[in-house]
């Protein structure tokens, strides 16, 4: 159970004080990835409100770097991918149909399973990995169901159905990696194995977990 802090503690709480604070904050990008799979997709090179994206692709600010007054300490690393986006109705994860081909499965697997990844900063790889299914989320979406078709008729039952990498996080501790204000970095997704192609388009994603320093206000 938490101690409720007394009001003679409260001053490490302030919102309101000199010098710095650190909040625990992700940098997260996603992007379109494309039915017919691509050669390399780069993050974190366009912000918020260029190119069309918003708060829910990304919430960078600047193209590639920290704005001045903030730096940002990386944990973990996670490679989201989400199959059928936008969304194709009969490919989702429930949908009517336990004959149909599970279209979500076998999309998650081929890009999970193949690629790497390359996160660079200034002009130097800290870290190369592959395949993209060393970096699970570590929160995702999960289904526990138990599906059972009575009639004849396929397209008359119902199918439950969903995918994702599992695992450990990928952390980087104890060798955590410190991006200071106005130093560029890049994450990279490469396919040298050729293009992942899907069935439907998809969205896919990297975030950067960890602790946001910036001044205090």
């Known amino acids: 159970m ?3 802090p007394s009001r003679t503690n409260l001053a490490k709480y302030n919102v309101n004080r000199p010098g710095w604070e650190a909040v625990r904050q992700s940098l997260y990008d996603f992007t379109s990835y494309a039915a017919a799979g691509q050669t ?5 090179a366009t912000p918020n409100g260029q190119g069309g994206k918003t708060l829910s692709d990304t919430n960078m600010t600047l193209a590639g770097q920290l704005p001045a007054a903030q730096e940002f300490l990386v944990n973990s690393i996670e490679v989201l991918f989400f199959p059928t986006v936008p969304v194709v109705a009969a490919d989702n994860p429930a ?17 999970m399973r193949t690629g790497n990844l390359v996160l660079t900063i200034g002009s130097k790889p800290y870290l190369t990995e592959a395949p993209l299914g060393r970096f699970p989320a570590k929160t995702h979406f999960q289904v526990d169901a138990a599906v059972s078709q009575g009639g004849v008729v396929a397209d008359t039952a119902q199918r439950v159905v969903y995918a994702y990498a599992a695992g450990r996080p990928y952390l980087l501790s104890p060798a955590d ?5 106005s130093q560029n970095f ?3 997704l490469n396919w040298p194995e050729g293009l992942q192609t899907i069935t439907n388009p998809g969205r896919i994603g990297v975030i950067l977990d960890g602790i946001l ?5």
């Open 95 to 111: 949908a009517f149909g336990v004959g149909a081909i599970a279209n979500a499965v076998n999309d998650v697997y081929k890009v």
């Open 186 to 188: 890049s994450v990279a």
């Open 40 to 44: 390399t997709l780069n993050f974190f």
């Open 213 to 217: 320093y910036r001044r205090s206000q």
């Open 177 to 181: 990696l410190r991006l200071t204000s």
């Open 2 to 4: 938490r101690t409720i």
